[in-house]
C-alpha cells in the first residue's frame, strides 16, 4: 500500500488550474499526474488531468485518464460523462454513446437510492 500524500496533491492540483486558467494545458498535465502520484485517491487530480489532455489535444491520453476514473469509481455518472466527452471529441461516436448510456443508468439508480423529498406542508399562505 502507498502513502498518501492528501495535502501535496491538493497543491498541485490548485497549481494544474492554475495553469490550465493560464493557456499552459501541456504543464498542468505534469501538475495533475504529479498529484495523482501523491495521493492516487484523489480524483480531482484526475478529472483535472482528463481536461488538460483534452485542452492540450491529447485526447487518446485523456480518454485513458477518464477510464482509470471510471475503474477507480465506477458507480460515479460523472466519471463516465468524462469518458463520454472525451470519447466524442475524439470522434469515438459509437462509444462515447455507450459511456454517456451508462452515466444516465447510474444517475437514475443514484436518483432512486434517493430518499424522496417530502411535500412542504400547506400552511395556508
Do not use: C
Not at 61 to 70: P, V
Not at 83 to 111: C, D, I, M, N, P
Amino acid at each position: 500500500m502507498t502513502e498518501r500524500d492528501t495535502a501535496n496533491a491538493e497543491t498541485l492540483v490548485q497549481r494544474g488550474l492554475d495553469l490550465l486558467s493560464g493557456g499552459a494545458p501541456h504543464e498542468a498535465a505534469r501538475s495533475f499526474r504529479a498529484a495523482i502520484a501523491a495521493d492516487a485517491q484523489y480524483m480531482d487530480a484526475y478529472y483535472g488531468l482528463v481536461r488538460a489532455l483534452r485542452e492540450a489535444g491529447q485526447l487518446e491520453g485523456s480518454i485513458g485518464a477518464a477510464l482509470a476514473i471510471t475503474v477507480l469509481t465506477p458507480g460515479d455518472s460523472r466519471a463516465h460523462e468524462a469518458l463520454a466527452f472525451s470519447l466524442r471529441l475524439a470522434g469515438h461516436l459509437r462509444e462515447a454513446q455507450t459511456a454517456a448510456a451508462r452515466a444516465r443508468v447510474l444517475e437514475w439508480k443514484s436518483a432512486l437510492q434517493s430518499p424522496a423529498q417530502a411535500p412542504e406542508p400547506d400552511r395556508g399562505l
